[in-house]
């Protein structure tokens, strides 16, 4: 192995998958490992062969380590020990050797037991890394060699644990090699690692010399041609031992001080030894055996290290990949044992039969209502050829089903030859929603994966996890499921025909969030009421007092009143600071590039021939000497321009008269970078009544900076956030739904990010569109919001979904000509990250653009959505929606866009809102008086034009609701619901979080260097993995 190979291998060999729901492939690990399924070949995994004693342990008089009332001074326990080898049943073979005891005189049961085998560290950590090794290390297996060179850990733990013709079982040294917690009489938690030395401290004998260790591997299930020892020649030494006389043996313990919110998960690992320096081993107890065991009592005596006295204890497993599931890995073992023991006893398993085992997964979702089941539940294997009968699962005093559980059922049945699919089978009422299903043929170790992640109402019928495009469908089984599958969501998922939303994107039909299929819907009723969230924010923060008030406060300091109600929460120190800069140029023309609404800005090419600025007005506000026209032609000059605006009507009822302009906005960007506007005209028609307002004009100038902040916020709110995240996005999920069975890839990749699409956006059309809804009680255009969504969708074009490609039509991808523009410059590495993770899992099932195009399922897809989803109506613009896919760039492309819209844009247009939007002159929702028409605006007219104290207060309280994470929120790059389960697209998400986990160091090191403001939206970890409010 290489330096560089070996240096690298050092570095990730402790790295391992994060498993959200890690819990059921542990307990099939552990049920794996309980039925002896690395036992072949007279292998059970440890004490193959075995030779036991009794006698008795005494703690030591003074002892060093702090006591408790087990191991207290002087107090003596009978004992039981067991002595044996892991791997092999001839002594004679290097193995590592072994030792148990039992601080009781009985088979099963007592106060504390405990297992030690040679080494100070093992070669695994964790269950995979355990299964690992004993499929390596079976004496039918060629595979230790690469085992060992898979990380120098590995190769050091088969060094420690390996002895070669060793004396004595009774001069080795055993390491527990699992961690403890103790918490003594003093009350201090402390972690615990136990060992057993001789008690005469002979020195230790079978340690590999320096030419064995070079070539471990070969060592292993490997007896030396000329070698005469007898293959029991250990246990028959140690019988002679103690028929001579006791054998002394020294029980010690080591401690640390536990601080678990500091400390290295190294501490777990038993293949991390501790620093004897530090952590000084200590003598507990004095053992001493003195008497043989029968070999009948002997095999009878079962060991559990969940025996063990009330101060001692593990730390609970999280997944399989945790250091702590050893202890899950070691009693499995033990029961592997315990069972091969029974079984020889008992005689043969009955011919013509296969155990199989079944590990099912209820999901641990936040849910209203329970998701677990105590209804019968029954599983059909389903094969190439034949199919198992209703196979009954659970236990009947006993609640299997239960939220967030995982069980492991063993089940008899005839030979499945090449299991396809599973049914499985509800007989009852309850909700059940169902995560992962694996099943493992204990005959041949055959194991199968079968996501479920859906609620099981009556019957449902899976297929393996393994992705698979329907023109590579083998049997004709599995091409009928998908067609069924699509057959019966077509039927669960119709498109709208409600006459009101013609000229909307399409959307699924709804009468209402309950009524939408189970399985996208909200599953915490927190999501699904956003109106009650809007009224129950107004009462918690005292805002329902302002709603009916329609005059502004007399200066704009005083809408401070509402926002302070919410505390010191996060972000009200943005918030707080902009109570200070909301007037300054440089602070509006940040918060173009990275507030609210930062894809509005455009490179300004040419002036609009509708906005007459002149370079003489100009001069004065350029800073490089340059005429206007040059300004241009460099790319120093930005516009903003809200032409949409026009002709929609705007909010007056009585009192409530909101106005809004449709302004069009010129920036610049200084010598210093800084960009600023310097003319801003309110509407589109140029005329006498509508002048050019420049930095020159005083309040004027604040007021009409105002104006175009009230009309970038109608153009968020309704055309940047509810349309283009929200609603256009429901016009590419619906169609996944109905054209792409779960096996596709597609579907696989896009699920994650689309499942609650539909469900916010069912909330929003009942509480933001209505009549008197949220919008018509917060924005200007109020009561006009469903013809003016209707007029941005005729416009939107899918261009604007691909960052860089909108980036480039817009202008603004130079980052010389316009620096410290964050959303891009964060939302590009996203992009990259994104686009790369969809390239490689796509390049996995498509292999040229041919396989793109005969692949009809995707092409259902994008012709559901271009013909529907987001449809061209009459007025409408071309979307650019094509009809059919032609190359693979074209859909890799698209699922980029999709995925990037539905978590960085959604982020960043989503999550700012409460910070920008609070202090209500910073960026109000409407103004209170009409655009000026003349020059003359004073302190007192600006004021007046300010938002209402109840349009202030309704806005305030919508942001609360919206701009909010939810508590189980999932990010970017989290998968928690495993729906690919082949290695390779696993290892793709891998280096995707990866690279996730890269970009957030980047951005936190430049946001380190932003003196005010710095842009934390596009943090991935920051960044929710789907629409959800």
Request: glycine fraction near 6%; hydrophobic fraction near 35%.
């Amino acid at each position: 192995m290489g330096e560089e190979v070996f240096e690298a291998k050092k570095i990730s060999q402790f790295q391992f998958p994060s498993r959200r729901f890690g819990k059921a492939a542990l307990a099939l690990d552990m049920g794996k490992l309980k039925l002896g399924l690395l036992t072949k070949s007279k292998r059970t995994g440890t004490f193959v062969t075995s030779v036991g004693a009794s006698g008795e342990a005494r703690i030591v008089e003074d002892p060093q380590f702090p006591e408790d009332s087990f191991f207290q001074s002087g107090q003596t326990y009978k004992v039981r020990m067991r002595h044996g080898n892991f791997m092999s049943t001839d002594d004679a073979i290097a193995d590592g050797r072994t030792m148990a005891i039992k601080f009781d005189d009985v088979d099963k049961g007592g106060p504390f037991d405990i297992t030690l085998n040679t080494g100070r560290v093992a070669p695994f950590c964790n269950s995979p890394s355990f299964i690992a090794f004993g499929k390596a290390t079976n004496p039918n297996s060629k595979k230790a060699e690469k085992f060992a060179y898979e990380s120098p850990a590995n190769y050091q733990g088969l060094v420690e644990l390996l002895r070669r013709f060793p004396e004595s079982y009774s001069d080795q040294r055993y390491y527990a090699q699992v961690t403890y917690t103790y918490t003594p009489n003093d009350g201090k938690k402390r972690l615990a690692r136990f060992r057993v030395i001789p008690g005469d401290l002979r020195p230790e004998t079978g340690l590999l010399n320096e030419e064995d260790q070079e070539q471990v591997w070969d060592l292993i299930a490997s007896r030396p041609s000329d070698e005469q020892r007898s293959p029991s020649y250990l246990q028959d030494e140690y019988r002679q031992r103690l028929s001579d006389g006791m054998v002394g043996y020294t029980l010690q313990i080591q401690l640390h001080e536990w601080d678990p919110d500091n400390d290295p998960d190294f501490y777990f690992s038993a293949m991390h030894y501790w620093d004897q320096s530090l952590h000084p081993w200590m003598d507990l107890a004095y053992v001493t055996a003195t008497a043989l065991l029968d070999d009948i009592d002997a095999q009878k005596t079962s060991f559990d290290l969940h025996n063990h006295p009330a101060s001692l204890g593990f730390v609970k497993a999280k997944n399989q990949y945790d250091y702590n599931s050893v202890i899950h890995v070691r009693n499995a073992v033990n029961s592997a044992n315990q069972r091969t023991r029974r079984r020889s006893t008992k005689g043969k398993a009955p011919v013509n039969t296969v155990t199989y085992m079944i590990s099912i997964s209820t999901s641990e979702k936040a849910v209203s209502a329970a998701t677990g089941t105590d209804d019968e539940i029954c599983v059909t294997i389903i094969g190439k050829k034949s199919r198992s009968p209703a196979l009954p699962l659970g236990s009947p005093f006993y609640n299997d089903f239960e939220s967030s559980d995982t069980h492991v059922y063993k089940v008899d049945t005839q030979p499945i030859e090449e299991v396809l699919m599973l049914e499985i089978e509800r007989k009852g009422e309850d909700d059940w929603h169902v995560g992962m299903i694996k099943l493992v043929n204990t005959e041949n170790q055959a194991e199968l994966d079968f996501p479920c992640y859906r609620w099981v109402s009556n019957k449902v019928t899976l297929r393996t996890g393994a992705a698979v495009l329907a023109f590579n469908e083998v049997h004709k089984e599995l091409r009928q499921h998908r067609q069924k599958e699509i057959k019966d969501r077509h039927a669960i998922y119709k498109w709208n025909t409600n006459k009101l939303y013609e000229g909307f994107p399409g959307f699924i039909q709804e009468d209402g969030h309950d009524t939408l299929p189970r399985d996208i819907q909200f599953s915490d009723t927190s999501g699904r009421d956003f109106l009650e969230s809007f009224l129950a924010a107004q009462t918690q923060y005292g805002l329902a007092e302002f709603i009916e008030d329609f005059e502004t406060w007399d200066r704009p300091g005083k809408y401070v009143e509402l926002y302070e109600r919410f505390g010191e929460g996060e972000g009200m120190t943005i918030v707080n600071q902009l109570t200070e800069s909301w007037k300054d140029d440089e602070e509006f023309g940040r918060q173009f590039l990275n507030a609210v609404n930062p894809a509005q800005i455009q490179r300004c090419t040419a002036l609009p021939e509708n906005f007459p600025v002149s370079n003489e007005l100009m001069e004065k506000f350029m800073t490089r000497g340059k005429t206007l026209e040059e300004e241009i032609e460099d790319g120093y000059v930005y516009i903003l321009s809200y032409e949409e605006l026009e002709g929609i009507p705007r909010m007056n009822k009585g009192e409530d008269a909101r106005y809004v302009a449709e302004p069009v906005c010129l920036l610049y960007v200084r010598a210093s970078g800084v960009i600023v506007p310097i003319a801003i005209q309110l509407h589109q028609t140029p005329g006498e009544t509508n002048p050019v307002w420049t930095p020159d004009d005083g309040w004027g100038w604040v007021l009409a900076k105002l104006h175009v902040k009230a009309a970038d916020t109608q153009m968020h709110q309704m055309y940047s956030h509810l349309l283009k995240t929200h609603f256009i996005m429901e016009g590419f999920a619906v169609p996944v739904m109905r054209q792409l069975p779960s096996v596709h890839p597609v579907y696989k990749l896009l699920l994650p990010h689309i499942r609650h699409t539909m469900a916010i956006n069912t909330i929003a059309r009942h509480t933001l569109l209505p009549d008197g809804g949220i919008i018509e009680q917060t924005l200007a255009i109020g009561g006009s919001q469903v013809q003016f969504l209707k007029k941005l969708f005729g416009n939107f074009r899918l261009s604007e979904y691909n960052f860089p490609e909108n980036l480039q039509h817009r202008g603004v991808h130079d980052t010389e000509k316009l620096s410290d523009y964050h959303y891009r410059d964060d939302g590009m590495l996203i992009w990259d990250a994104i686009s790369s993770f969809t390239q490689s899992i796509l390049s996995l099932y498509y292999h040229g653009d041919e396989e793109v195009r005969k692949d009809l399922e995707v092409q259902a897809w994008i012709n559901d959505v271009h013909d529907t989803g987001v449809k061209v109506w009459p007025d409408n613009q071309d979307h650019g929606i094509p009809s059919s896919f032609e190359t693979f760039q074209d859909l890799q492309q698209l699922v980029t866009s999709l995925i990037f819209n539905a978590t960085c844009q959604h982020a960043a247009v989503n999550f700012t809102q409460l910070h920008y939007y609070a202090f209500a002159p910073n960026y109000p929702s409407a103004m209170s008086a009409p655009p000026p028409t003349t020059k003359d605006v004073t302190f007192e007219d600006m004021v007046k034009s300010l938002p209402s104290k109840a349009t202030a207060a309704n806005m305030l309280t919508a942001m609360t609701a919206v701009a909010r994470f939810s508590e189980d929120e999932i990010w970017l790059g989290e998968y928690p619901e495993e729906h690919f389960t082949e290695e390779e697209p696993k290892k793709i998400i891998m280096e995707f979080r990866q690279e996730l986990n890269d970009i957030t160091s980047k951005i936190r090191k430049r946001n380190g260097d932003v003196k005010q403001f710095p842009y934390i939206y596009l943090l991935p970890e920051r960044v929710p993995n789907s629409i959800a409010i």
